[in-house]
């Protein structure tokens, strides 16, 4: 459950959003996020709005270390395809987002072409029992992420990483294309687009045809991609005439 503390500082976030200049916010992305999200909220209510709708591909539980997906708690009507292709974080993620009228969650890996693609990951019994780190529940990938390997993850070298590597397994999961699973919801809009898939954040991206969608807000995660992989993210936000921002390991990119 929300505690106070938290209800109180997400509101201020939101208060201090809507009142800081553009100036400002274009220095703050997530702040300048926090503005655009409370704005659809608002713009929700309105008659003959069109439905909020997010895609987010790697989605996790939807809840952890995620400061975009919870709106859709927030912003009435809202709906979502939510791309998740860990059967752990299917069924943490289908707890938090029960209404399957308006959240679908897409059981796949998004890849360059369909078929089916090994994914490591950490065992799910060890995650709940707690004996692995919490936000390892976030951190499976079908590259060679320092996450996985524990080299520049916590340091040059993490000593204690050896303790978790014995709980690190590999699956074989669906994938599909990104313009697939967009098609066969129905995609026809995109006020929010979110990508955060430990290293194949570029091939899910590259596949977003950016004009035909036009997502008001892009937030990617940049910091398992390689340099001229970042690269290359930037230059396809800038050509399309977004305003970008960094915070921490995230692009953020508006219409």
Known sequence: MTSLRETLGAAARRAVARGLPSAILDRAPALRGTKFLAEAARRAGRRGAKP????????????????????????????????????????????????????????????????????????????????????????????????????????????????????????????????????????????????????ADWTVFDQLDIARYRPGMIKIEIGALRPDEIGQVLVKLKTAGYHVGLYAEDVWAFA
């Open 52 to 199: 909020f709708q997010m895609v987010n591909v790697g989605a996790c539980d939807g809840a952890l270390f995620d400061d975009v997906t919870p709106w859709l708690h927030r912003i009435p009507g809202a709906r979502a395809v939510l791309v998740e292709p860990i059967p752990y974080n299917q069924a943490r993620l289908r707890a938090n987002y029960p209404d399957a009228g308006r959240f679908v969650i897409e059981p796949v890996a998004i890849t360059r072409e369909s078929g089916t693609i090994s994914v490591r990951t950490f065992d799910a019994t060890a995650l709940e029992s707690g004996k692995l780190p919490i936000e390892f529940i976030g951190c499976s990938s079908v590259t060679d992420t320092n996450l996985m390997s524990g080299v520049n993850a916590w340091g040059e070298a993490d000593a204690n990483f050896d303790r978790f590597r014995p709980y690190l397994k590999d699956i074989e999961v669906p994938s599909e294309t990104l313009q697939a699973v967009l098609d066969r919801n129905g995609i026809d809009h995109i006020d929010a687009f979110l990508v955060d898939c430990e290293g």
